[in-house]
């Protein structure tokens, strides 16, 4: 991957080895800002479209790109005979399959752990497990997996500091539902509070603003993609008057920042917010899951995320760290929370308190698995060797000339953007403005890192 004008990777000229400068990566990664102050809502269409030469809709200013994707057709069985039906259909998944395999093999840039096995799992495919509901109250459909949710919450309950009685969550569809669900929350607890995050953020969290019509105030970084306490401190003063949402980052998404906790706490009580005029948030799609090991053992340190601070809300992606074959993520919450939101539904037999209704009970069941597998001994485990690994690849890409950086207890090496669209796409690598990223995840090895420089 190295930078020379003979390498694979495209790119630019090496220079002597060094770290990506902080400066170098402000200005490579510079990308177009979220919407900034307070949020203003708009309708989507602004102006009826119109179709412009190429087939490309208009709206509101907006190009709207004509679909052009090519899917597989769909034929009917009747139109061309069963046996050649069901040979079509096993030709088509054959291919996908491979390369399913050749795709994941070669998968480095979007933090996904890819080495799990479920086979013991596999004869539960023939059930329809459908957790919808309250996950503490059984409705009246009987095809669930209530008992490995509850296990599955009780679990990061535990390792988030947080007793059973104090507590309620569920398995989401994915980390953006648990971003969803922790701001929903916030608001409703603080109807007129102002959501604050940083502009590193996940676009979950814009889009929960867009969605809740929320005032929305998107705070500066620093160069590492931390969240600026001093800019956090001035937009908290504009807003003295109304109580304050924040959105707290335990990774951000391109260079895997984590945000100052204790930071964001000591800037609200400074502007005088007190614990009952704030609601924190803390996104860890990715780092949530591997923070609570990145203390040494037996440390009377609290962990870097717990319910010992006064924060209100975690969500984690499963599919992510732990891995499974399907999105998957948790939320937690405060239960005195989560009574805001909530409502009785006769028809369920239970009490509504997620954002979506039907849920994958297979998900929970893939989580306990994982879990179940793993033990506390093995995520730590998993966490050090992908630190460690992250670290090695630092060092590859330094010694190749790459400018590039680390962040502290982060497994996400951010580099200068390869010049070559076939090298990113290879590598399926994730790129914002001028730089690229590899997130070392459990299945990502020292040998795939070194074939990739």
Known sequence: MGGGSGSGSGMGAPGAARSLSLNDLEGAGDYPKKVGGAYQAKPVCHSPQRVGAKGAARSGGKVV?????????????????????????????????????????????????????????????????????????????????????????????????????????????????????????????????????????????????RMYRMDFEEVATQHTGEIDLADLRERLRRNADRPAIVNVNIGTTVKGAVDDLDGVIAALKAEGFEEDRFFIHCDGALFGMMAPFVHAEGSEQAPLVSFDKPISSVSVSGHKFLGAPLPCGVVVTRLRHVAALSSDIEYLNSRDATIMGSRNGHAALYMWYQLSKKGLAGMRADVEQCIANARALLEMLQAAGVPCMLNDLSCTVVFERPREGAFIRRWQLACEGGVAHVVVMPSVGVDKLRSFV
């Open 65 to 209: 790109k004509p679909n052009v994707a090519v899917g597989h057709e769909i034929v009917e069985p009747s139109s061309s005979g069963a046996d050649a039906a069901r040979a079509r259909v096993a030709s088509i998944l054959a291919a996908y399959k491979e390369r399913l395999a050749e795709r994941t093999e070669l998968h480095l840039g979007y933090p996904y752990n890819l080495d799990f096995d479920f086979g013991e799992l596999a004869d539960l495919q023939a059930y329809s497990i459908n957790n919808l509901g309250d996950p503490w109250i059984e409705s009246n459909y009987g095809v669930h997996a209530r008992e490995f949710e509850v296990g599955v919450l009780d679990w990061f309950a535990r390792v988030w500091r947080i007793p059973r009685d104090e507590y309620w969550g569920y398995v989401t569809n994915c980390g953006t539902e648990g971003n969803l669900h922790g701001i929903l929350v916030g608001r409703e607890v603080l109807p007129d509070g102002v959501l604050y995050s940083s502009r590193e953020t996940h676009y979950s969290v814009p889009k929960a603003a």
